[in-house]
């Protein structure tokens, strides 16, 4: 099966924004993005699910915005205030077995079926 794309990483400055796009072929109920920084556990940032209802992950709350577009089959995380420790690894993730109320940050990793290869975000102080 086809895994997502993801796209958009960069470097910026603390305070900065950045939005990061994933293209994910198929359709899939529950999508989000998990990030990874240097030296640290990976963990959920944001899920949405195909009724478009978001979840964050209370570290980004009122700064991070995830979105999707079924009909291009895109999601997106725009990020605003970003700070160093936002930075890492940041993968785009689908499944089709977790219901809505699974569709969660906090859901262990392990639920989400696929996986991109991830795309780098780097924040300066």
């Known amino acids: 099966q086809a895994h997502p794309v993801e796209s958009g990483g960069d470097s910026v400055q603390s305070g900065g924004s950045l939005k990061i796009s994933c293209r994910e072929p198929g359709h899939w109920f529950c999508m989000g993005w998990f990030r990874q920084g240097f030296g640290k556990e990976r963990r959920g940032v944001a899920t949405?699910?195909?009724?478009?209802?978001?979840t964050y992950a209370e570290y980004v709350k009122r700064r991070f915005t995830i979105s999707r577009d079924n009909e291009k089959k895109n999601l997106y995380l725009q990020m605003n205030d970003l700070k160093p420790e936002d930075s890492g690894m940041y993968y785009c993730?689908?499944?089709?077995?977790?219901?809505?109320?699974?569709?969660?940050?906090?859901?262990?990793?392990?639920?989400?079926?696929?996986w991109g290869q991830g795309t780098l975000v780097t924040v300066s102080s």
């Open positions: 949405i699910y195909v009724d478009g209802f978001p």
């Open positions: 993730v689908a499944d089709n077995y977790l219901v809505s109320r699974n569709c969660k940050p906090d859901t262990d990793a392990s639920k989400f079926d696929n």
